[in-house]
């Protein structure tokens, strides 16, 4: 298993990445802003992103958008393939994301907006702390990448302060967080309510 640096020579991935996405957002339901293979195209040809490989065949993937001037960086669309999961490739992935854009953008602060648990975990392992969508970019093209979401409207209502995802943010101005155990139950009480909020709402 490889996980190298994604360029030009990675194309013939585009669609299969693209396809890993979509079915990843069916089978959960929630949480994954689908992107097509034109989009993933621009990612591999600027190499702000990483692709596992193990002998030639797709593993994983995963990619970092830029956004205020160079302030902020995401990293996003991170997706395991169905017959590399629970391997702990996700893992290895998102530590060589996260290097890669503190080696780019060794100033920019680093953001991600999540449902899964373990993609907060290892945020968390990584030094990101829990914050409000008000911390995060005000660029309106991010917020624009989320309309694929099905929850999409949830965003809309509360005028992007706040929906299912919780965002978290690595602040390289901030001294190293100390290693900490994540409370994974309140993460998992936290989802848990915004469901019952903004379900219940959408519902009525």
């Known amino acids: 298993m490889k996980i190298v640096i994604a360029n030009e020579s990675h194309f013939k ?4 990445i693209s396809d890993t996405i979509t079915e990843s957002a069916k089978v959960r339901g929630t ?3 689908q992107r097509t293979p034109e989009y993933i ?3 591999l040809q600027n190499g702000n992103a990483v692709i596992a490989l193990d002998d030639g065949k797709f593993a994983g993937f995963c990619y970092i958008e830029v956004w205020g001037n160079k302030n902020f960086v995401a990293n996003s669309g991170l997706i395991v393939h169905p017959d590399y999961r629970k391997q702990g490739l996700a893992k290895k992935i998102k530590k060589a994301i996260f290097e890669l854009s503190r080696d780019k953008f060794p100033n920019a602060k680093i953001f991600g907006i999540t449902t899964g648990l373990a993609v907060m975990k290892m945020n968390y392992e ?4 829990p914050v409000t969508f008000s911390e995060l970019t005000n660029d309106p093209d991010f917020w624009k ?15 992007q302060k706040m929906c299912l995802c919780t965002g978290m943010l690595f602040d390289p101005d901030t001294k190293k967080y100390k290693s900490r155990k994540l409370n994974g ?5 936290l989802k ?3 469901q019952n909020l903004f379900l219940k709402k959408k519902s009525k």
Request: aromatic content about 10%; glycine content about 8%; hydrophobic content about 30%.
């Open 145 to 159: 990448g989320c309309q694929t979401c099905k929850n999409f409207d949830i965003l809309t209502r509360t005028e």
């Open 31 to 33: 949480g994954i802003a």
């Open 192 to 194: 848990e309510m915004k």
């Open 185 to 189: 139950k309140a993460f998992q009480r």
């Open 126 to 129: 990584l030094g990101y702390k």
């Open 13 to 16: 991935y585009a669609q299969i």
């Open 41 to 43: 195209l621009k990612r």
